[in-house]
């Protein structure tokens, strides 16, 4: 159980495109997801914090507006990467929680190169 | 404000022996503690966490930490290494079981024959 869904897995595309990547709890419902970056052979670093139906919050430093973040659904929450830079190049992973205590679960990540 | 800190970014051990990887923490409120796993171009796998009730926490695949409030630490440890451990570890903390984390550097892993 408690199973998360990422994808893709690997994306490559030119800079100045948006790039969206996909987070599904597949066998429980998110009522929260998280999304982290991370750089080569560092820890993660959490970008944001959706809560199902609201607004996400976003941690000191990362831009609002070049990280899209749209949890619409309990099942689902979406990262969007506005005009994407070889600085947004990174890995790129999601977690979700069940309510209460639950511990987060990941994702298997999204490798973003941008040219 | 929580941290996390991972002394030793390597750890190289043989198959077989004794694994151990240290974990201090930070915490101004009663912490909750995870071990994740993460191997290479995935995700983190939760191996194991503490959440205020027994000390010694036992985890998957033969893992285990115990929370030493004196010392500050959770730290892993696995009897006897196997090849397919070799991974990369991150220690993490929040102020509740499901909430924020905030993650060690990470410690990697190497298991030789």
């Known amino acids: 159980g408690a199973v998360v869904s990422q994808h893709p897995s690997w994306v490559i595309c030119k800079s100045g495109t948006s790039v969206k990547i996909e987070c599904r709890s597949l066998?429980?419902?998110?009522?929260?997801m998280f999304w982290y970056r991370q750089f080569p052979k560092q820890s993660l670093m959490l970008m944001a914090t959706s809560n199902e139906g609201s607004k996400a919050t976003y941690e000191q430093g990362v831009e609002k507006d070049k990280f899209l973040i749209n949890h619409a659904s309990l099942t689902l929450s979406t990262l969007t990467v506005t005009s994407a830079h070889p600085e947004d190049s990174s890995f790129y992973i999601c977690?979700?929680?069940?309510?209460?205590?639950?511990?987060?679960?990941f994702g298997d990540g999204t490798r973003l190169s941008i040219l | 404000a929580q941290s996390v800190t991972q002394l030793g970014s390597h750890v190289s051990v043989s198959e077989g022996a004794l694994v151990l990887l240290r974990c201090n923490y930070s915490s101004s409120v009663p912490p909750y503690l995870f071990w994740y796993v993460q191997y290479p171009n995935q995700g983190l796998q939760l191996l194991l966490k503490y959440t205020s009730a027994a000390t010694l926490v036992k985890g998957i695949n033969g893992f285990e930490a115990e929370f030493k409030k004196s010392e500050t630490s959770f730290h892993l440890t696995k009897p006897s290494a196997h090849m397919s451990d070799a991974a990369e570890y991150f220690c993490?903390?929040?102020?509740?079981?499901?909430?924020?984390?905030?993650f060690g550097t990470g410690t990697q892993l190497k298991v030789e024959l």
């Open positions: 066998d429980f419902q998110a009522t929260t």
């Open positions: 993490a903390v929040s102020d509740g079981g499901g909430n924020k984390l905030t």
């Open positions: 977690s979700a929680r069940d309510t209460g205590s639950q511990p987060q679960h």
